[in-house]
Nanobody, 132 residues
Framework: QVQLQESGPGLVKPSQTLSLTCSVS??????????WNWIRQPPGKGLEWMGA???????YYSPSLRSRTSISRDTSKNQFSLQLSSVTPEDTAVYYC????????????????????????WGQGTQVTVSS
């Protein structure tokens, strides 16, 4: 079975860039047909899809975050990463990486839609706090 694990700093200062890495085992990030996603959940709020990179390296981003978000990968390490620039305290959240079979078009047009069933495998999540 595929396993995903998030890692990175738990505290980021406002205006800095939040950087996280998802390490994948039990499956290759270049295997055909899979998408590798970043999802977050601010305290007291629902899950928010942020973006994804697919098996070919193509990027997909939430309309509300695409100006600040970059998702990349290191195929030699079987890892993919999240960079979120110009962070504010509103970016404080638990951040998850997850695998999916597709990115449904609604995620590219709605910043509020989320369906957990669209994402089959999840990391445990990591808390990131934005504070000075």
């Amino acid at each position: 079975q595929v396993q995903l694990q998030e890692s990175g700093p738990g505290l980021v200062k406002p205006s800095q860039t939040l950087s996280l890495t998802c390490s994948v085992s039990g499956g290759s990030i270049i295997t055909n047909g899979y998408y590798w996603n970043w999802i977050r959940q601010p305290p007291g709020k629902g899950l928010e899809w942020m973006g994804a990179i697919n098996f070919a390296g193509g990027n997909y981003y939430s309309p509300s975050l695409r100006s600040r978000t970059s998702i990349s990968r290191d195929t030699s390490k079987n890892q993919f990463s999240l960079q979120l620039s110009s962070v504010t305290p509103e970016d404080t959240a638990v951040y998850y990486c997850a695998r999916s079979l597709t990115v449904r078009s609604i995620y590219l047009s709605s910043s509020s839609y989320f369906n957990r069933a669209d994402f089959g495998s999840w990391g445990q999540g990591t808390q990131v706090t934005v504070s000075s």
